[in-house]
C-alpha cells in the first residue's frame, strides 16, 4: 500500500519572539510577527511479504518533506519556522508468529538535520536530534495476559543545541559573543508492560 499527502498551511498571526527593549534593558517577549506559511509532502508505505512466503512480516516506512517561511522580526530575512523541521525518515519492521501468540519488531525513525533554529532578540539557537529506534517482543501467555518488552532509545540519539550569544545590541546590532554547544541523551531504557482484561 501507497499513501501520498501534500499539504500547505497559510499561517496567519505567527507567534515568536518580538523585541520589547527599553533603553537600558536587552529583552524580549512572545508576540505576533505577522504572516507565515508551511507545506510538505507526506509518503507512507506499507508491505506484507507474503509473496516471499512470508505473511507474518509487515514492513512500513514514511518519508516526510517539509519547509516554511516567516519573516525575522529581528534580522528582517525570510526564515523557517521557530525550530521548523526539515522532515523524518521512519522505518518499521512487525513479525507475527501467531502459532507461538508472538510477535517482534523494531521502529526507527531519522530526523533530517539541520537550521532548525530559534530566534530571540540576543541569541539564536540551532537544535539537531539523533536517529531514534525501538525494539519490541509482545507474546500472549497464561490467562490470556499479553507481556510485552521494549527497549527504548536503542541508539542512544543524542539530543543537540547550539547558542549563539550576543553582546551590545541584539542579534542584528550587537557582536557574537559566545558560542555554546551542548549535547545530551537519555540512554536506553528498557520497558515491561503487562496488559489484560479482568
Not at 101 to 113: E, Q
Given at each position: 500500500m501507497l499513501s501520498t499527502k501534500l499539504f500547505y498551511h497559510d499561517l496567519s498571526d505567527v507567534i515568536d519572539k518580538v523585541d520589547v527593549s527599553t533603553a537600558t534593558t536587552i529583552q524580549s517577549a512572545n508576540g505576533n510577527i505577522g504572516d507565515g506559511e508551511r507545506y510538505g509532502i507526506n509518503l507512507d508505505a506499507s508491505l506484507r511479504l507474503g509473496f516471499l512466503g512470508a505473511p507474518g512480516i509487515l514492513v512500513t516506512s514514511g518519508l516526510q518533506l517539509e519547509d516554511s517561511s516567516v519573516t525575522d522580526p529581528f534580522l528582517g530575512i525570510d526564515r523557517r519556522l521557530r525550530q521548523g523541521g526539515r522532515g523524518s525518515f521512519r522505518l518499521g519492521y512487525r513479525h507475527d508468529l501467531?502459532?507461538?501468540?508472538?510477535?517482534?519488531?523494531?521502529?526507527?525513525?531519522?530526523?533530517?538535520?539541520?537550521?532548525?533554529?530559534?530566534?530571540?532578540?540576543?541569541?539564536?539557537?540551532?537544535?539537531?536530534?539523533?536517529?531514534f529506534m525501538t525494539t519490541f517482543v509482545e507474546m500472549v501467555g497464561p490467562m490470556g495476559l499479553t507481556y510485552r518488552f521494549e527497549t527504548m532509545n536503542l541508539l542512544t540519539g543524542e539530543r543537540c543545541r547550539e547558542r549563539s550569544r550576543y553582546l551590545g545590541g541584539t542579534i542584528a546590532t550587537g557582536y557574537l559573543n559566545e558560542i555554546e554547544d551542548s549535547c545530551s541523551d537519555t540512554g536506553i531504557k528498557y520497558a515491561i508492560k503487562i496488559r489484560g482484561t479482568f
Open positions: 501467531p502459532v507461538h501468540s508472538l510477535n517482534y519488531g523494531f521502529n526507527f525513525n531519522h530526523s533530517f538535520k539541520g537550521n532548525r533554529k530559534a530566534f530571540d532578540v540576543d541569541k539564536i539557537e540551532d537544535y539537531n536530534s539523533g536517529d
